[in-house]
């Protein structure tokens, strides 16, 4: 098993900046992908970010791109997601994730953190 620990959330003026974390600790080893995916209020679940544990390959939502930055401390097994330029369309809970295999729909990953909560005020 892997646990999967978010921090980092809150509330943000819009233009504003977080960073979130997730740490993962248990049977890591074998963890390929960790990703990031968000959900807001009647929404499907969305994919914000993924980054490869073995090599530092990235990828991001299309909704994202250009604004969000996600990057790795591999020693420590911890995943970090840097938002800036947040729009209240960015309102969600966030939830780390991570699979055994590179992929941007949620069902791919096997282990999920309980999520973090971000507001963006207008």
């Known amino acids: 098993q892997v646990q999967l620990v978010e921090s980092g959330g809150g509330l943000v003026q819009a233009g504003g900046s977080l960073r979130l974390s997730c740490s993962a600790s248990g049977r890591t080893s074998n963890i390929y992908i960790m990703g990031w995916f968000r959900q807001a209020p009647g929404k499907e679940r969305e994919f914000v970010a993924r980054i490869g544990l073995s090599g530092p390959s990235t990828y991001y939502g299309d909704s994202v791109r250009g604004r969000f930055t996600i990057s790795r401390e591999h020693d420590k097994n911890t995943v970090y997601l840097q938002m800036n330029s947040l729009e209240p369309e960015d309102t969600a809970v966030y939830h780390c994730?991570?699979?055994?295999?590179?992929?941007?729909?949620?069902?791919?990953?096997?282990?999920w953190g309980q999520g973090t909560q971000v507001t963006v005020s207008s």
């Open positions: 994730a991570a699979g055994y295999y590179s992929s941007s729909v949620p069902k791919a990953y096997n282990y």
